[in-house]
């Protein structure tokens, strides 16, 4: 749901020591999947990586699969209801819990933010406390994106009990970088409430190919910068910007743990992988050539599903918190895809319809079907 001169001999110290590290031992088994998922790329090629990382994400989930299959559950059939869902939160519950949420790239102008802006609209509609957190459309540097929710959230979470964080690809690293910044500031009563970070093939650590689209001086690299130039103008395509959001918020020193923060956090990850056969995300044209050209620029790449790498979608190891994994094939835009059971995640959107655009309240629908109230501490 978002995208994110020449070589300075600091750049390039950088990204050899990079590619250094990532092409160590074959036989390390590395805690963090991020590394680990680089290390198999160079072993196995990207589609035997990926591969691989479907397989060892079940371990980075804390309910052993049991969310993933209630998901699945209730998006074969958009009758069921789990009895002890979040669906079932009375009309009190429901204006008492805040769902705040923040997009991706192109805050007023793409699809993705019709597609968000629509389901904020459908879950106030049906009593939450539903809102759409507006951040710069084109930010100098996280420290933009982060006072806007600050901001939000300061004069929101008092007047709701629980809180639901959602990140749609850079809004889950907008989150972090929150996390990271103002949120200690709150009054821990308050950081209490929030319950809940649940993010959609968010790039929490970073996206290495907005890192390839702002340094590399390549013509494939030069050519996606000219688009963007023509498309979105001046600030929507420098190269700093693209740069501001390759870092990896946990590289900063001193960063507190999101326990520190919220105690009573758990995290839900929806993981984007590409379906193809060759390794790559073949479901949306865009996603497929700008993962080819980045991912053979950048060799040492973990697999990607066209805006960041898949295993940058999880948490880093240092995070002691509960995390619910959700898996997904297909590209980053998330609801091309399908479920590993075959059930696509968006009906709506595969059929390709005039409002397709809508397909993100089915989205949300199946989860909150499938969410445990007890997540939400009701």
Request: hydrophobic fraction near 40%; glycine fraction near 8%.
């Amino acid at each position: 749901m978002a995208i994110k001169f020449p070589f300075h001999a600091i750049s390039f110290l950088l990204f050899c020591t990079a590619a250094s590290a990532n092409v160590a031992s074959d036989e390390s088994n590395s805690p963090d999947l991020l590394t680990q998922a680089r290390i198999w790329r160079q072993r196995y090629g990207l589609a035997g990586a990926r591969d691989k990382l479907l397989a060892a994400l079940p371990r980075e989930d804390s309910s052993k699969g049991e969310f993933e299959r209630r998901i699945w559950a209730t998006n074969a059939d958009k009758g069921r209801v789990w009895p002890d869902s979040a669906a079932q939160c009375s009309a009190a519950e429901r204006s008492r819990t805040g769902i705040f949420i923040v997009l991706g790239y192109r805050q007023r102008t793409g699809r993705s933010q019709r597609v968000v802006r629509y389901v904020a609209n459908k879950l106030q509609e049906n009593g939450w406390h539903a809102q759409l957190i507006d951040v710069p459309e084109w930010s100098a540097s996280a420290a933009d994106d982060v006072a806007a929710i600050d901001k939000t959230i300061a004069r929101e979470l008092p007047t709701v009990d629980r809180a639901i964080l959602v990140g749609f690809s850079k809004g889950g690293w907008d989150w972090i970088n929150w996390f990271h910044g103002p949120a200690m500031n709150l009054p821990a009563e308050e950081r209490k409430k929030i319950r809940l970070l649940v993010d959609f093939a968010a790039i929490l650590r970073g996206s290495t190919i907005a890192g390839w689209a702002a340094n590399d001086h390549g013509l494939d690299a030069t050519l996606l910068r000219s688009m963007m130039l023509v498309r979105f103008g001046a600030k929507g395509a420098t190269p700093q910007y693209l740069r501001s959001l390759s870092k990896d918020p946990w590289s900063r020193e001193n960063s507190p743990s999101l326990r520190a923060v919220a105690p009573q956090l758990r995290a839900i990850e929806y993981v984007a992988v590409a379906e193809g056969a060759d390794g790559y995300p073949h479901a949306n044209g865009f996603f497929h050539w700008v993962s080819q050209r980045s991912t053979q620029r950048q060799r040492w790449m973990g697999p990607c599903d066209g805006m960041a790498e898949s295993a940058a979608e999880l948490l880093p190891p240092g995070e002691k918190i509960p995390a619910w994994v959700v898996r997904i094939k297909g590209s980053h835009a998330l609801l091309d895809g399908h479920y590993l059971n075959g059930g696509a995640v968006c009906q709506r959107y595969h059929a390709k319809g005039n409002e397709r655009w809508k397909g993100g309240e089915e989205l949300m629908d199946d989860f909150l079907r499938a969410l445990p109230k007890s997540a939400l501490g009701w």
